[in-house]
């Protein structure tokens, strides 16, 4: 039995963003928009928020718990203050899910306006390398560690239940300064390597966020053996990054991006699955509520996950604000289990509730705290009829 695998129940977990206490939003905004603020006065309320966050996540039957993010602009964003070599360009357009956008461009254009970055409390940009890549964050990695740590004690969670997220490599930027992808994502997977490795040495998990791996399956401009290539790339530096850490401290997410949305133009589990299984991770967690992929679990009549490896299915969206009745969240555990072992599913989310610090975000804070019990609700009826 491996540290993430169920024994007599079905555990809980979620991908980790949640949405941000607007006291904290506003201080984090003077923050990083070069306004005057109280650094103490912020480490307190970030410090606090999180208390709070754990507390909520535990309340509402959340096993696997995390910080919310909070400390966070962004899931990609934040790697700005934590790695040298970038650049923001200020002004220049950040380009996403290009195909989807050209298919429903007046759909997208109020969507972007009013959801994903109309709320945001700074400016999402490109983020461009443009010099030698090399992580500085060891501060801000031991501060986030510590104060989940100090969270999950309060709320008498171990420290093997707690996870903290990380941006993969594919996610840190564009490459303007070294001669090749290879040659960029080998020096990013080293500077990586070091966030990685301080989350595990304090005994929790961490897990790596790569919501671009399946983008790489509709980019526009790009053939069948170009598609493969970058994917190959893409786990090649993860792995290089998660070298030396035990599998069972890793796991994995991915994802498709978007949140509320038409999604015709997503990548299939199947064309993925083969790079996602091959991460040094000892669980996988992607879309599986979004009923553009929830079919896809017949994947895994044919394709079989290594020994001790725990698959973390969203039954839960983040695309909706309707919350999931706990029976259909019971079907879709059982569905997983009756195909990998019931020791091998956990109940998460398909993304998280969050992804960029927002004053706004799609789904209600109010509503996702009903998810989170909804979700516990519908591990427990899988639990009694899995474990009788």
Same mark, same amino acid.
């Not at 509709?218 to 053939?223: K, M, Q, Y």
């Not at 996950?305 to 029976?327: F, K, M, Q, R, Y």
């Given at each position: 039995?491996?540290?993430?695998?169920?024994?007599?129940?079905?555990?809980?977990? $979620?991908?980790?963003?949640?949405?941000?206490?607007?006291?904290?939003?506003?201080?984090?905004?003077?923050?990083?928009?070069?306004?005057?603020?109280?650094?103490?006065?912020?480490?307190?309320?970030? $410090?606090?928020?999180? &208390?709070?966050?754990?507390?909520?996540?535990?309340?509402?039957?959340?096993?696997? /718990?995390?910080?919310?993010?909070?400390?966070? =602009?962004? @899931?990609?964003?934040?790697?700005?203050?934590?790695?040298?070599?970038?650049?923001?360009?200020?002004?220049?357009?950040?380009?996403?899910?290009?195909?989807? /956008?050209?298919?429903?461009?007046?759909?997208?254009?109020?969507?972007?306006?009013?959801? &994903?970055?109309? #709320?945001?409390?700074?400016?999402?940009?490109? *983020?461009?390398? *443009? #010099? =030698?890549?090399?992580?500085?964050?060891?501060?801000? !990695?031991?501060?986030?560690?510590?104060?989940?740590?100090?969270?999950?004690?309060?709320?008498?969670?171990?420290?093997?239940?707690?996870?903290?997220?990380?941006?993969?490599?594919?996610? +840190?930027?564009?490459?303007?300064?070294?001669?090749?992808?290879?040659?960029?994502?080998?020096?990013?997977?080293?500077?990586?390597?070091?966030?990685?490795? %301080?989350?595990?040495? %304090?005994?929790?998990? /961490?897990?790596?966020?790569?919501?671009?791996?399946?983008?790489?399956? *509709?980019?526009?401009?790009?053939?069948?053996?170009? &598609?493969?290539?970058? %994917?190959?790339?893409?786990?090649?530096?993860?792995?290089?990054?998660?070298?030396?850490?035990?599998?069972?401290?890793?796991?994995?997410?991915?994802?498709?991006?978007?949140?509320?949305?038409?999604?015709?133009?997503?990548?299939?589990?199947?064309?993925?699955?083969?790079? /996602?299984?091959?991460?040094?991770? #000892?669980?996988?967690?992607?879309?599986?509520?979004?009923?553009?992929?929830?079919?896809?679990?017949?994947? @895994?009549?044919?394709?079989?996950?290594?020994?001790?490896?725990?698959?973390?299915?969203? +039954?839960?969206?983040?695309?909706?604000?309707? *919350?999931?009745?706990?029976?259909?969240?019971?079907?879709?555990?059982?569905?997983?289990?009756?195909?990998?072992?019931?020791?091998? !599913?956990?109940?998460?989310?398909?993304?998280?509730?969050?992804?960029?610090?927002?004053?706004?975000?799609? +789904?209600?804070?109010?509503?996702?705290?009903?998810?989170?019990?909804?979700?516990?609700?519908? %591990?427990?009826?899988?639990?009694?009829?899995?474990?009788?």
């Amino acid at each position: 039995m491996t540290l993430q695998q169920n024994k007599d129940r079905i555990q809980t977990t $979620h991908i980790g963003s949640l949405p941000r206490p607007h006291k904290l939003l506003d201080i984090m905004k003077k923050k990083l928009s070069g306004e005057p603020y109280d650094d103490k006065e912020f480490e307190t309320i970030l $410090h606090q928020s999180v &208390m709070d966050a754990v507390r909520k996540q535990k309340d509402c039957g959340i096993d696997i /718990v995390t910080d919310g993010e909070f400390s966070k =602009p962004g @899931f990609f964003t934040y790697i700005q203050e934590r790695l040298d070599g970038y650049e923001a360009r200020k002004g220049q357009k950040l380009i996403l899910f290009q195909k989807e /956008v050209e298919a429903f461009p007046d759909y997208y254009q109020e969507y972007f306006k009013q959801a &994903m970055l109309g #709320g945001a409390i700074v400016p999402i940009t490109p *983020v461009v390398c *443009v #010099g =030698p890549v090399k992580y500085r964050g060891e501060k801000a !990695v031991q501060r986030d560690i510590a104060n989940v740590k100090a969270a999950a004690r309060a709320a008498g969670i171990p420290d093997e239940q707690v996870f903290l997220p990380a941006t993969a490599p594919s996610g +840190v930027g564009i490459n303007e300064y070294y001669k090749s992808d290879e040659d960029y994502f080998h020096a990013l997977a080293i500077e990586m390597g070091k966030e990685y490795k %301080a989350i595990t040495d %304090a005994g929790i998990l /961490v897990q790596i966020d790569d919501p671009f791996l399946p983008d790489i399956f *509709v980019e526009p401009g790009l053939d069948d053996k170009q &598609m493969k290539r970058r %994917a190959q790339i893409y786990a090649e530096a993860t792995n290089a990054a998660l070298k030396g850490i035990p599998r069972e401290r890793v796991r994995f997410h991915t994802c498709y991006g978007i949140n509320e949305g038409p999604r015709l133009y997503e990548a299939t589990l199947a064309q993925i699955i083969e790079y /996602v299984l091959s991460i040094n991770a #000892g669980s996988f967690s992607f879309e599986a509520a979004n009923p553009r992929h929830e079919h896809e679990y017949h994947l @895994f009549e044919t394709v079989k996950i290594p020994d001790g490896t725990v698959l973390c299915p969203g +039954v839960i969206t983040h695309a909706s604000n309707i *919350v999931e009745h706990p029976e259909l969240i019971a079907e879709r555990l059982i569905r997983f289990a009756n195909l990998v072992g019931r020791e091998n !599913v956990m109940a998460g989310g398909d993304c998280g509730f969050s992804s960029q610090a927002l004053y706004r975000t799609e +789904v209600h804070d109010t509503v996702v705290w009903e998810k989170f019990k909804a979700m516990r609700q519908g %591990a427990d009826i899988a639990t009694k009829k899995l474990w009788h």
